[in-house]
């Protein structure tokens, strides 16, 4: 048993928890466009799919089986779903660039993280896991920040402060 692999994925687990409350409560948030609440909710279910992977991964470390890993549970990367940002209201939209903006610092620190932890790992299945998350997470920095300048821009325009 690799207690410095066990941390890297216990920190893993917790930030994949963090992620999906999150989303879950940004979806709750009274006032947000049905299309972003379904968004907000289908992210947190991917979140609960990484937590799931992380805990399986830690279970065959702790017990020095992490060759029995199996990394065909891994389902391939979605294709991204971007949805119409036309249906957002005034109030929706205020909610959907603060939570964009949160998200986006937050999978980014999630890139850098399992970028890391597939550089600093010995097993060869935990870099192939870490390396599989980091990209679904570059995916939605990608995805979120198209989204965001798209959004902001809405913003601001419908603040009065347009041409700016």
Not at 29 to 39: F, L, P, Y
Not at 90 to 95: F, G, H, L, Q, V
């Amino acid at each position: 048993m690799d207690i410095k692999e066990l941390q890297i994925l216990k920190q893993a687990i917790i930030n994949e928890v963090e992620g999906a409350e999150f989303y879950k409560l940004a979806a709750a948030k009274e006032g947000i466009a049905e299309e972003v609440k379904k968004e907000f909710l289908s992210l947190a279910e991917e979140e609960v799919k990484h937590i799931t992977w992380l805990k399986t991964l830690f279970e065959k470390i702790k017990d020095d089986k992490e060759d029995d890993f199996n990394l065909s549970i891994i389902e391939p990367l979605p294709s991204p779903r971007i949805f119409d940002w036309k249906n957002l209201d005034r109030e929706s939209a205020t909610i959907a660039v603060s939570v964009f903006g949160i998200a986006i610092q937050t999978e980014k620190a999630a890139v850098e993280f399992y970028e890391n932890s597939a550089k600093s790992t010995s097993i060869k299945k935990a870099k192939e896991l870490y390396t599989i998350l980091a990209s679904w997470e570059k995916q939605h920095v990608e995805i979120f920040s198209r989204e965001y300048e798209n959004l902001l821009e809405q913003w601001w325009a419908e603040q009065n402060f347009a041409p700016f």
